[in-house]
Every structure is written in C-alpha cells, then in structure tokens.
C-alpha cells in the first residue's frame, strides 16, 4: 500500500512507518483484533563449545587446582612497563579510552595472569590461575580479528615447576576434548617463556 498523511498531522504524529499501523489499529478497534503471539522457530543448538569449556574448567579447577580470573580486555599499560614488553603492532587502539592506561585491547591473556600473580605472592607462595577470555588482533586488511583463548599459569616461591607434569595435564586437558595433539620445539619470543622448557602445541594442522 501507498499511505499518504495529511500535511496537518504529518509534523509531529506521524514519524515512523508503526505510527501509520498504530493507526489503523485505532480506526479497526484494537478490540477487534485477536491477540497472538509472534511465531519463534525453535531450532536444536550445537552445545558441543559448551560442553567443552565446561569441561576444560572442570579439570582447570580440579585437576590443576587453578582459580578462573576475569580481567579488563584491555591492557594496563603501567604493568607492561613494569613487565618490559609490549605487544606488536596488531594491538587494536581505542578511540576514545576511559583512561591513558588503558587504550589498547589484549592481544594475549598472560599478561593478566602474571599480574595476578604480583598481585598475590605477598600472601601466597603457590598460586594457579587461569583465564578463558577474548583478544584481538588488527589484521592487515584492517578487519579486526576477535578470538577466545585459554591461558592458565602456575606459580610456586620455593619449589621448581615440573615442565612434564603440566605437559601431562595439558595433554589430559586435549583429550578429555577428543583433540590429540603433539609437541613441538620452538623458539622462545616472549620475554615469560623459558629458553629450554618452550613447547608449541600443534592438533591436526594448526
């Protein structure tokens, strides 16, 4: 249909297409009109990703005894002085930040969790933490590139970490989510990675 308003209640009450509907209404008698409730399809979800990080938080929080932390998405900038590394150039900058410390989105949890462990060695002389979160990546095309990952840490004052033992429980961790994976030797880039206990973990082709 072509509905044309009058120019004398064209100015004010008629604005939006609902306003020429809300009208009929009102002329056929909203009485007149039987109430119904919008159709929904309702569709069966693939709760497999659920499953799965209920799963991984599960073992995170039972097997590894690891606490799940929950931080900003974007990174304190103070801390990474303190830390002495910044990240690459695929930081994604915000436009109007809240805060000259904080202006760049993460591109990695474990900065996160390595300030929660300064932030609690006073008091603890093992902590185990972990966070399932999200970072971005600027890509060269412009796009912003959104992903969630999964970071843990474990930390003790007095008692040397065991590569192994939290290789195991990684490998566990892959397949109690039917993933069987390998390791790999590579080359340390990050200043929190240890020169000879570096591993890259490699499922199928990625």
Not at 37 to 49: G, I, M, W
Not at 151 to 156: F, K, M, P
Not at 184 to 199: F, M
Request: hydrophobic share 35%.
């Amino acid at each position: 249909y072509k509905v044309e308003v009058p120019s004398f209640r064209a100015t004010k009450e008629f604005v939006y297409p609902q306003d020429v509907i809300e009208e009929i209404g009102r002329f056929y008698g909203y009485g007149n009109i039987p109430p119904d409730l919008p159709a929904l399809e309702v569709r069966p979800s693939n709760l497999t990703p659920v499953r799965r990080r209920r799963a991984v938080t599960d073992y995170m929080a039972s097997n590894l005894r690891a606490h799940e932390v929950k931080k900003y998405p974007v990174f304190d900038e103070q801390f990474l002085i303190t830390l002495g590394w910044q990240p690459d150039k695929k930081a994604v900058h915000i436009k109007n930040p809240l805060s000259d410390n904080w202006y760049r989105m993460v591109t990695s949890l474990i900065p996160h969790l390595l300030h929660c462990i300064q932030e609690n060695e006073a008091q603890y002389t093992k902590l185990r933490f972990f966070e399932w979160g999200r970072v971005w990546h600027l890509e060269e095309t412009g796009n912003i590139l959104e992903r969630k990952v999964l970071a843990g840490v474990v930390y003790d004052q007095h008692t040397q970490i065991d590569f192994y033992e939290i290789k195991d429980h990684i490998t566990c961790m892959y397949r109690l989510l039917g993933f069987e994976i390998t390791w790999h030797k590579c080359t340390p880039e990050l200043p929190w990675y240890h020169p000879y206990q570096t591993a890259l973990i490699r499922c199928g082709e990625y």
